[in-house]
């Protein structure tokens, strides 16, 4: 079952500048992640942020943790051509083996 | 570097044929799953693994099943293959439950006729 739900579905922007994607879900959780897909390959891991924390950079990322309002975002700053791609979040609750994927943003960075 | 590595990137299989999709790794995770991702739905879990011999449904297990007979090796049967099952599939492991990040592999894109 699909907990995730990123938004936009879609994103295109110029080369330099900040790309922001979000992430809303629904129930409880220990964890939240991102995960990067090129076209056609698997996904690669980015960042992962736990409940209890606010805020986690990664280069020129940058992850939001709002457990109130059961949301995240993803901030990539200084955007290159290189970080087109589809982002995923993707939700582990306490106790889980399993984390549950949204359908993705689709990100295109026009150099 | 750590991997996770599926034995095939594109299948092409015929209706009914049994079908088999290996993955393994090499970072002696504890678990290990196996999605596949269509257009529109996203990641969908068919069925994980979080011991050598032990086994979960996912979401979506229906005409599915899954061998995990030593740690690093799950294996996923399409025990006979349908036009419906034409998709996407990735495997992916990690060290322990959901707390940690996964590790996955590039894929399988699987083409039933």
């Known amino acids: 079952s699909q907990q995730g739900e990123e938004d936009p579905q879609a994103l295109s922007i110029q080369e330099g500048e900040n790309a922001t994607m979000n992430c809303s879900y629904k129930t409880s959780i220990n964890n939240l992640q991102w995960y990067r897909q090129n076209s056609g390959r698997g996904l690669v891991h980015l960042i992962l942020i736990r409940s209890n924390e606010r805020e986690k950079h990664s280069g020129r990322l940058r992850v939001t943790l709002d457990t109130s309002k059961k949301s995240s975002s993803l901030l990539i700053t200084a955007s290159r051509a290189a970080d087109t791609a589809s982002y995923f979040c993707a939700t582990g609750g306490a106790g889980s083996y399993q984390l549950t994927f949204g359908k993705g943003t689709k990100l295109s960075v026009i150099p | 570097d750590v991997k996770v590595t599926q034995s095939s990137r594109y299948l092409v299989k015929r209706t009914g044929e049994k079908v088999f999709l290996e993955c393994v790794q090499d970072m002696d995770h504890e678990n290990m799953f196996w999605y596949r991702q269509d257009p529109g739905l996203g990641l969908r879990l068919i069925y994980f693994?979080?011991?050598?011999?032990?086994?979960e449904k996912g979401d979506i297990p229906e005409g599915y099943s899954v061998s995990r007979e030593k740690k690093e090796r799950f294996s996923l049967i399409l025990e006979s293959a349908s036009t419906n099952q034409t998709s996407m599939y990735l495997c992916?492991?990690?060290?322990?439950?959901?707390?940690?990040?996964?590790?996955f592999g590039s894929g399988t894109r699987l083409t039933v006729v």
């Open positions: 693994s979080y011991d050598v011999k032990m086994k």
């Open positions: 992916a492991s990690t060290k322990d439950r959901a707390s940690y990040g996964y590790t």
